[in-house]
């Protein structure tokens, strides 16, 4: 991969016209572009998390609350099952057809399937049709969250070689940001309106919020310079394994599965921690509420702080990744995340309190910054740049979809079926063991650092 910071977008010009001004403007609208689209997608699933509750009223009729909940989770969880072909169809696009391409397209769909969110009328009013409903918006956000992911990665670590880490931190900082927006729409809605208003209608407020993705969003990448990596083919590829046939060029799909089957290993485990921590951390407000019996708008505060923290804290995290290198601090977060959930939750569940659940969030909400800080780097390592997006999308969504979307559903499931508040600790204990393996296996196999 080339240093993209080295290579301007048009000649320069004649004489010796200093061109970094330039460069670092391009780099900024490049993170911001993103960054902020990627902020503004994430949004829409994170809340559908905190709103779980009054969508599981709206939607399903059952009496038990916690049947209902896990309904809810159910449709969060089974249409993200729909991500891995988002992200196959969309990661060949961007790889085809350029990162910024799959990027606009990928935020045309986040709007249909949030529109649809905000505007499907109750069980009450369409009867089945509602859950169907929201099952297909669901499928539509989930196809292109699918894309998402490769198509925004492969664009931040190709504009700079030696500061990857730093520039693929911003993937992670942005879906911090949808975090701590998604927290304080909830803060601030179950503050003022009561619950049966949340119910009736205050949980549809955010979404229409969220219908700004197209045109921020798209406004914002229409006028981004392409990926280094797309904008001019490279001659030749230099990777680890043997070149491609030309036919095979055309067609990433087939070069990720035939000749780079061991980078979606290693990419698909590096990011299970991540992923089963980031799904606990939503799901830890409603664990308060629900288990704990604590107050509704301090749960949704504690996540505010931990959104805080990842917006802010990872892109310092990927700073340092390229400074003293990436596992040597990914694979101690990773290590912690799994030793610490036990106590934690221990502690949580013995003394709830704001304080407690705050304290907890704030703990694992620092290791996932210091694991993810250089995660889309290390992912992005895995692959050749003729197929990377697809790569990134396949490896990220089927984890996600396995480890992620299921994960408020397992986690509800563990703590009804045995009894025990602690239950969900366990799962992070055995994700954390099968990233650490992954880790270890990129670094022999691929000498990812």
Request: hydrophobic share 50%.
């Amino acid at each position: 991969m080339t240093d993209a910071s080295a290579q301007p977008t048009h000649p320069p010009p004649s004489g010796n016209a200093p061109t970094t001004p330039p460069r670092r403007a391009a780099a900024i609208r490049a993170i911001a572009a993103a960054t902020i689209g990627n902020a503004l997608e994430f949004f829409d699933l994170a809340l559908y998390a905190l709103m779980a509750a009054h969508i599981g009223r709206t939607f399903f009729p059952d009496g038990d609350p916690g049947i209902q909940l896990i309904q809810t989770f159910a449709v969060f969880g089974i249409t993200y099952l729909v991500r891995p072909i988002g992200g196959l169809v969309l990661g060949s696009y961007a790889d085809r057809r350029g990162r910024k391409n799959a990027l606009m397209l990928s935020i045309r769909l986040m709007v249909l399937g949030t529109l649809l969110m905000a505007a499907m009328p109750g069980y009450a009013t369409l009867g089945p049709v509602a859950p169907l409903g929201i099952v297909l918006a669901r499928l539509v956000q989930g196809f292109a969250a699918g894309g998402e992911f490769g198509a925004a990665t492969s664009f931040l670590v190709e504009r700079n070689n030696r500061r990857k880490g730093f520039y693929g931190s911003f993937q992670f900082a942005g879906q911090g940001l949808a975090t701590l927006t998604a927290a304080g729409f909830a803060t601030a809605l179950t503050a003022t309106l009561s619950d049966a208003q949340m119910t009736a209608w205050g949980w549809r407020i955010p979404f229409v919020f969220g219908l700004l993705v197209g045109p921020v969003g798209y406004l914002i990448r229409r006028y981004v310079e392409e990926s280094p990596a797309t904008a001019q083919e490279p001659a030749a590829h230099q990777g680890t394994e043997k070149s491609s046939p030309t036919t095979e060029k055309t067609s990433p799909i087939r070069l990720v599965f035939r000749h780079h089957w061991r980078g979606l290993l290693i990419a698909s485990g590096s990011v299970v921690v991540s992923t089963g921590l980031n799904y606990c951390l939503q799901y830890l407000p409603t664990f308060g509420i629900k288990e704990l019996g604590l107050d509704e708008s301090l749960s949704f505060t504690a996540l505010l702080v931990t959104g805080v923290i990842l917006t802010l804290g990872t892109p310092v995290m990927g700073l340092l990744t390229d400074r003293f290198g990436r596992l040597r601090i990914m694979v101690p977060a990773a290590a912690l995340i799994g030793l610490s959930a036990v106590p934690l939750f221990i502690w949580l569940t013995r003394a709830p309190s704001f304080l407690t659940l705050a304290l907890c969030m704030t703990v694992l909400g620092l290791l996932k910054a210091a694991y993810v800080g250089a995660l889309p780097s290390v992912m992005s390592d895995a692959f050749p740049a003729e197929a990377r997006a697809t790569g990134l999308a396949f490896s990220y969504n089927t984890t996600v979809a396995l480890f992620g979307g299921f994960t408020p559903t397992i986690a509800t499931t563990l703590v009804t079926a045995t009894g025990s508040r602690i239950s969900p600790s366990y799962y992070l204990l055995a994700v954390s063991a099968l990233s650490i393996a992954a880790l270890v296996g990129g670094c022999r196999i691929r000498g990812i650092r």
